[in-house]
């Protein structure tokens, strides 16, 4: 509409100056007016501007004062493109007007952002790189529905919000503004001023996708769609696969500690991909799981505490450099796992807490919006704009970056209201319940999204209670997981192994009771850094004895868990025995390979991880009853326990057979479903290992004769602290 009178009044003058004007896109720029069009520009550093018109002609403007200029431009009956020259006493520039340009979000952005079904805002939000009425630039764009003004700040305009006011979309409450000539590499946060006209501390972009390395806590422009990847053979054979009946062998790490550079700083992403890549392949895991890697402020929360979900750390090196190690990685035929933290965010100054000067992402009652332990804030997960938020994350890593699966940490935390919370410290549900329903409900939306949209890819919940249905698909009432982390099994069996073996016989049921319930689920079997930190020692430091029953004990509970139904997830430095808990700030101590019981516990994790990838009996039905039976499961008396393993039809079944003291046993007798050879594929006492050396010369055979509630039987010597295994050859 036509305005009768070019001229802007002083208020929006004065407004503008203060960054406080309500529609600076409404005064700046070019607008129609009753006499033709009027052009308005705020550039500060100007004595004198010019408007370079697209016919060629140049308009000179009137200075109102402090970098405010503005001129009329008669007889035009239609808008036009132009650029901008200011000049002063240092000399002159050309630049396009940020202001000429029209909004690049739509309707639908803001219709499914607040229905909380926008799961591509990573495509919409933040910093994206493009070219707006054939002019490059980038588009910024935040979600803060309680601002009264956000401005775009950084190094390009040096930190003065009144120079890139951004226009507010008012049925959403997002904000957008398009730099031109803006490109890679731009530091940024935004100024924003809150309801109550507070202006708050600089914020990081909640959608940037790359940022400054620590301790600087700036957003940085980034591209993450362009990367070139050589992956598409891996991605066709996992597309083939079903995950629960595939070997799953995963070796968790964190990468700012997995090795350091001689001088103490972190490796980089391809210092990671030529060095820990091939390590992981060449001991034979399928799958690398990242502590997480998403942009956080503290060492010491080893990833936990993100604060830029979108933004590989700088730590390592540029989100390019990520998108090489995952790349890599497939290259090798590893995948690569992420550890995701929805649960909850730090409060640090920069970051989604108070983003707009009220509770926006964080639940505004601390009684659901505050987490004790960590004094960090809980997501909203009962707003829809948040829920979008947290779904768009999730996709952004699987589809930009090609991940194999998310590993969500905290599960537990989300699904209980009164979680690690005492009386009157939690807000129960109108009928007095526990039950966190809006987060079942993100959690089921989330994990449908997952599988939607990338089915080849999987998901995995930390969740240590007996929430039901973890791993249960949403249309029969689950959370939709792929898998949960077996923790009841985790705890028993480590207090097992830390017992003197002499008490162990008292103590038999907590290695049979976790499959009781080991069907329930999908279950992963994780030996994790949870285990190995803050004064709970390594894995072989809980081993009791000398030093010899120690490195056995190691060696038969690995055999024993690789040979137990459910996925493995074995943390950084177990593989070789560690022998001090785990020390996030230096390097693994890989100077103790430089001894032999170390070498042979590694050997026998490769040795383990080789019988889990080519026998189809220690993993096709890691999921499902019929693929597992007890031979013995009553001998507490001699802390002996033997099962057996099956595949598919046609598969060779395997025994897996335990002496958890350190009493060989010779002539033990144990059922099998066949006559005939069994070779012997592993026994961890053997020398390449450590051990003894004792075992059955490479094979038994087994009679015609019940036994154990089976067809046939076979007498084998069973070494001091030992697992092994006994795989059906043929029935001679």
């Keep these: ?175 957008e503004i398009f730099i031109p000539d803006l490109s890679e590499g731009a ?21 940037g996708f790359s940022a400054e390395r620590r301790p600087s806590t700036a957003s940085v422009v980034a591209r993450t769609d362009h990367f070139i990847w050589t992956d598409e053979a891996y991605l066709r054979a996992r597309g083939r696969r079903e995950a629960h009946r595939a070997p799953m062998s995963i070796y968790e790490v964190h990468l700012g500690s997995w090795m350091r550079r001689e001088d103490g700083d972190f490796l980089s992403y391809d210092e990671l991909s030529d060095q820990l890549l091939p390590y992981a392949a060449g001991m034979g895991f399928t799958h690398i799981e990242l502590l997480p890697i998403c942009e956080h402020p503290l060492d010491a929360s080893w990833g936990y505490q993100p604060i830029g979900l979108f933004a590989p750390s700088r730590r390592f090196g540029a989100p390019a450099g990520f998108a090489r190690f995952v790349d890599r990685a497939h290259a090798l035929g590893l995948g690569v796992i992420l550890d995701w933290v929805p649960a909850h965010f730090p409060t640090d100054i920069h970051g989604l807490a108070q983003f707009d000067g009220t509770a926006l992402y964080e639940h505004a009652d601390p009684r659901r919006g505050f987490h004790p332990d960590w004094n960090t804030a809980i997501y909203d997960f009962g707003r829809r704009e948040v829920v979008s938020f947290l779904c768009a994350n999730a996709l952004y890593w699987l589809d930009r970056f090609h991940l194999d699966g998310l590993r969500v940490d905290a599960v537990a935390s989300m699904l209980y209201l009164d979680y690690s919370r005492k009386h009157g410290e939690w807000l129960p549900n109108p009928d007095g319940s526990n039950d966190n329903r809006d987060a079942v409900a993100f959690l089921r939306q989330f994990n449908t999204a997952v599988y939607a949209q990338h089915h080849a890819s999987f998901t995995l919940a930390e969740e240590s209670t007996a929430w039901p249905g973890v791993s249960h698909p949403v249309h029969e009432n689950g959370l939709g997981f792929g898998f949960k982390w077996n923790m009841g099994w985790m705890h028993d069996t480590l207090n097992y192994f830390a017992m003197d073996p002499v008490h162990r016989k008292w103590h038999h049921n907590k290695l049979t009771f976790g499959t009781l319930y080991a069907f329930t689920e999908n279950f992963v079997l994780p030996l994790s850094h949870d285990e190995v930190v803050h004064g709970k020692s390594s894995i072989l430091g809980k081993m009791p004895g000398d030093e010899w029953q120690r490195f056995a004990n190691v060696r038969a509970y690995y055999a024993f868990m690789w040979g137990h139904p459910g996925k493995k997830l074995l943390f950084m430095g177990q593989e070789f025995g560690q022998s001090t808990e785990w020390n996030f700030d230096s390097g693994l101590p890989w100077h ?141």
Excluded at 4 to 30: S, Y
Excluded at 187 to 207: M, S
Excluded at 691 to 708: F, K, Y
């Design 187 to 207: 530091v940024y946060k935004f100024e924003i001023i809150g309801k109550d006209g507070t202006l708050l501390p600089l914020k990081a972009d909640p959608f």
């Design 1 to 175: 509409m036509a305005i009768a009178g070019w001229r802007a009044e002083q208020t929006d003058i004065g407004a503008l100056l203060a960054a406080r004007h309500a529609d600076p896109f409404g005064l700046l720029g070019l607008h129609e007016a009753s006499e033709g069009f009027v052009l308005r520009a705020f550039v500060p550093d100007a004595s004198n501007l010019t408007a370079l018109l697209e016919d060629g002609a140049a308009l000179s403007f009137i200075a109102r004062g402090s970098g405010f200029f503005e001129q009329l431009i008669p007889n035009r009956t239609a808008r036009f493109a132009y650029r901008l020259r200011a000049e002063n006493i240092g000399g002159c520039w050309e630049f396009d007007d940020p202001y000429r340009f029209p909004p690049v979000l739509g309707a639908t952005d803001d219709h499914l952002l607040i229905e909380g079904t926008h799961h591509r805002l990573y495509e919409r939000l933040g910093a994206q790189l493009m070219t707006l009425d054939s002019v490059p630039g980038v588009h910024f764009a935040v979600w803060a529905p309680n601002a009264r003004r956000v401005s775009l700040v950084g190094d390009f305009n040096r930190w003065d919000g009144r120079i890139h006011q951004m226009r507010k979309r008012i049925d959403s409450g997002l904000w």
């Design 592 to 732: 103790l390979l430089e001894h032999s019981l170390h070498q042979g516990v590694q050997k026998l994790v490769r040795d383990l991880n080789r019988l889990h990838r080519t026998v189809p009996a220690l993993h096709a039905q890691d999921c499902e009853a019929e693929g597992f039976r007890w031979i013995i499961v009553d001998d507490s008396e001699q802390s002996v326990i033997a099962w057996l393993r099956m595949g598919g039809e046609g598969d060779r079944p395997v025994a897996v057979v335990c002496n958890l003291t350190p009493v060989p046993r010779h002539g033990y007798r144990i059922g099998l479903p066949h006559a005939g050879i069994w070779r012997e594929i592993l026994n961890t006492d053997a020398v390449v290992y450590g051990g003894g050396g004792g075992g059955n010369l490479g094979q038994v055979r087994s009679i015609s004769e019940a036994s154990h509630g089976f067809n046939a039987m076979a007498e084998i010597m069973i070494p001091a602290l030992s697992t092994v295994y006994f795989e059906y050859a043929d029935n001679e």
